[in-house]
């Protein structure tokens, strides 16, 4: 069995924690007994978190929906990044950035959503910044 020290993706408090694996499958959590936040001690969500890592409903792949109505096919990192720029580019120069709008998550580190906000203000040009910490 192998541990590896990771940070806790449930909110954005920074907890930290082993997870123990076997061959390619998480198999338990131990938490970081001297870490500043979490103190050795984890929520429940931090204890028993990871189950979505092997759920057989998680999306592996990107997957696009080309036109409205349409339904969704599978595709690859470089074409959903190239559709995803192309469209944002279209809605920006046809709507303007009054148009956008950002949602981040507490599942977010707090450098996360600064980057989020950054990018939606300064690369963007949108002041419609939200989240939905609230804890």
């Keep these: 069995m192998k541990e590896t020290l990771t940070t806790c993706g449930y909110c954005g408090c920074g907890c930290n924690f082993y997870l123990t694996t076997e061959g390619d499958r998480i198999v338990g959590v131990r938490p970081k007994p001297d870490h500043p936040v979490s103190r050795g001690m984890l929520c429940a969500k931090g204890w028993q978190g990871h189950g979505f890592?092997?759920?057989p409903d998680r999306l592996t792949s990107p997957l696009l929906r080309e036109d409205r109505g349409a339904p969704l096919?599978?595709?690859?990192w470089d074409e959903a990044y190239a559709f995803i720029r192309e469209r944002l580019g279209r809605t920006l120069?046809?709507?303007g950035p009054e148009s956008f709008a950002l949602l981040s998550s507490a599942r977010c580190t707090n450098e996360e959503n600064y980057l989020a906000a950054r990018f939606?203000?300064?690369v963007i040009g949108s002041p419609h910044i939200d989240h939905c910490a609230r804890l």
């Design 53 to 55: 890592v092997r759920h």
């Design 73 to 76: 096919r599978e595709a690859g």
């Design 120 to 122: 939606a203000r300064a």
């Design 93 to 95: 120069a046809e709507h």
